[in-house]
């Protein structure tokens, strides 16, 4: 029973995390139908930031630059070089091929700086714990489940009531539409890639706090797993990134958590877990679960 | 062609000599000219391709997002250049355009897709916004009942109201209409016409593009005919409405009833 609520948190938590990458990724399609490939980059450069920042800065003050300089970059990527190739459909294609093009020089880039180190980011809650009743859970993840409800929370409210995401909301459903009414689609797509910038740096500060060991070259691949999330949630819709990104993150909680249990599927399945799950969801519901026929997008 | 008096003051619409090529090959447009005096309804006849959504394009800036361009001539709204514009800028001078096939923003409620009309006019805007709404309002008492609802559920002469109403919440002085008769019941047809009446009748000018002829003559001062790109016949609606050609080809008489008549 302890083990089932000490897995049920740790989801839970892991999911709140993804859910900052994923929502991030699903802004972006929704905003220009591009698929990211350099998310899991821009979330490494995000937390390279924070390492390399808070000795001088402080942990708040490194997050809060390597929040802004993540969102800057993310928006000027798109603005000076993805938006130049148009905002049609057909863009939106060779875009995504140029954003696998990104990954790979900012990754190479970032692999060469950190090596292989594990960068510390300074974060305030170490390794403490917290006696939940019959359970302990780490500080960290108290903090990243904590933290995440208020971003989303605070991204939902962005979404409805804010003339930019009304803009978004509309060029998404009809970009001629949208352009007719006077939106500045430029404007508003560079302002969704700012916001997946600065949810990605968020999200790594949580991905590289205990009880992982810190932050490697590779925690931009452990991001990957918000990638099935956005897609099995329904890869236009933030509900559905919110709730992809629950349901993998609890899976991935559960397989590790269970993982003598589950001895017969071999080692390591936890990190086969997200896909699995996202192809036994979209056997059922080939649009993603909040996905209806919205998602046609590509 | 006989100049209507401007007798609601504002801009007029001035296109002169424009041509019009998508991907940098495919001429659509040809030295097509026309006006829009302030507070008329000028109406543009054609077939099918004939190029009349991409004159309205041209005029509201959206051809870029076809890969067209204006290569010729100039398009301006009393002092205001809006050829190689953006479709913000035409809004902003109060040009606006409900697109052909009425476009609402479907999975958003008819309360956010008029919010989205808006959007253009930026934020010394806001004042203007609940103005127009009650404007909208008397004009669609309809869409009031309806605000909280998607705006795809509604019906397609609901949806043509909402997209008619949506462009009017930016305050045009000129209103660019494509089209808006497209497969909608007599009735409802009958509607819009009364609508777009009404809307010109409280000092908006109107270019109308439509391919029910008798419905636009019977709206506009002025009509403009296009070919494959090129200006076929203009002048006064009342005279068009009577030229052989014009009753054949849209009106849909044949020779025998003109013969009759």
Known sequence: MTDLLDSLLGGLALGAVYALVALGFVVIFKASGVLNFAHGSLLLFGGYLVAVLHDDLGFAGALALAVVVTAALAGALDRFLLQRGGHDAHSAHVQTIVTIGIDIVLLTELARRIGGDLLTLGDPWGDAVTELGPVTVADSRLAAIAVSAVVITGVFALFRFTSWGLSLRAAAEDMEAAALMGVRLGRVRAGAWCLAGALAALAAVFLAAFPAPGLERTTGQIALNAFPAAILGGLASPTGALAGSLVIGLTEALVVGYQSELHVLGEGFGDVAPYAVMLLVLLVRPNGLFGAKGAARV | ?261
């Open chain 2, 1 to 261: 062609m006989p100049e209507a008096p401007p007798d609601g003051g504002g801009p007029t619409l001035h296109v002169e000599n424009v041509d019009v090529t998508y991907g940098r090959a495919l001429s659509a447009l040809r030295s097509v000219s026309l006006t829009v005096p302030p507070a008329t309804v000028v109406a543009l006849l054609g077939a099918n391709g004939a190029g009349k959504t991409t004159l309205l394009r041209a005029v509201s800036g959206t051809l870029r997002l076809h890969r067209g361009a204006v290569t010729a001539g100039r398009i301006r709204y009393g002092d205001t250049e809006l050829d190689g514009k953006d479709p913000v800028a035409a809004v902003r001078t109060g040009v606006v355009q409900v697109p052909e096939g009425r476009r609402v923003f479907a999975g958003l409620s008819v309360d956010e897709n008029l919010r989205s009309g808006g959007l253009g006019l930026g934020r010394r805007g806001r004042a203007q916004v609940q103005e127009a709404r009650d404007r909208v309002f008397t004009l669609f008492p309809r869409l009031a009942e309806r605000t909280h609802q998607q705006a795809g559920l509604l019906s397609g002469g609901e949806q043509q109201m909402l997209a008619i109403g949506r462009a009017l919440m930016a305050a045009p002085r000129l209103l660019l209409l494509d089209e808006p008769s497209l497969g909608l019941a007599p009735q409802m047809v009958h509607r819009i016409a009364e609508v777009i009446r009404e809307i010109n009748e409280q000092g908006t000018a109107v270019l109308l593009v439509e391919q029910n002829a008798g419905m636009a003559l019977s709206l506009a001062s002025h009509a403009h005919v296009l070919e494959v790109g090129e200006t076929r016949l203009s002048g006064p609606a009342g005279e068009l409405a009577r030229t052989d050609a014009v009753r054949r080809l849209y009106l849909g008489e044949s020779a025998q009833d003109q013969g009759a008549a």
